[in-house]
Nanobody, 120 residues
Framework: QVQLVESGGGLVQPGGSLRLACAAS????????MGWYRQAPGKQRELVAT????????NYADSVKGRFTVSRDNAKNTAYLQMSSLKPEDTAVYYC?????????????WGQGTQVTVSS
């Protein structure tokens, strides 16, 4: 079992910044990839960014490239999403995700979600 707890969401003005954190606990050695997804009202959940925990390789959605940065601190079992130049279109519930290695036949883990609202 892996538990994920997100923090750092809130209300921010357009152009502002927030940093989200996702702390993992439990069977942390089973985590291969950590990622961030978001879902706005009436829309599909979409990928924001992912990071391979061992190598640090990252992937970003086109809509956030150059504005968001995903990182991890493996010693703290925590992933981060630094969000800058925020736009109203970034308003969504942001979810942390952890995936096991491909060889392990078990489901992904998800956090509870944290609300990010970008508004003046």
């Amino acid at each position: 079992q892996v538990q994920l707890v997100e923090s750092g969401g809130g209300l921010v003005q357009p152009g502002g910044s927030l940093r989200l954190a996702c702390a993992a606990s439990g069977s942390i050695f089973s985590i291969y990839v950590m990622g961030w997804y978001r879902q706005a009202p009436g829309k599909q959940r979409e990928l924001v960014a992912t990071i391979i925990t061992s190598s640090g390789r990252t992937n970003y959605a086109d809509s956030v490239k150059g504005r968001f940065t995903v990182s991890r601190d493996n010693a703290k079992n925590t992933a981060y999403l630094q969000m800058s130049s925020l736009k109203p279109e970034d308003t969504a519930v942001y979810y942390c995700n952890a995936k096991p290695p491909p060889s392990m036949p078990q489901s992904d883990y998800w956090g509870q979600g944290t609300q990010v609202t970008v508004s003046s």
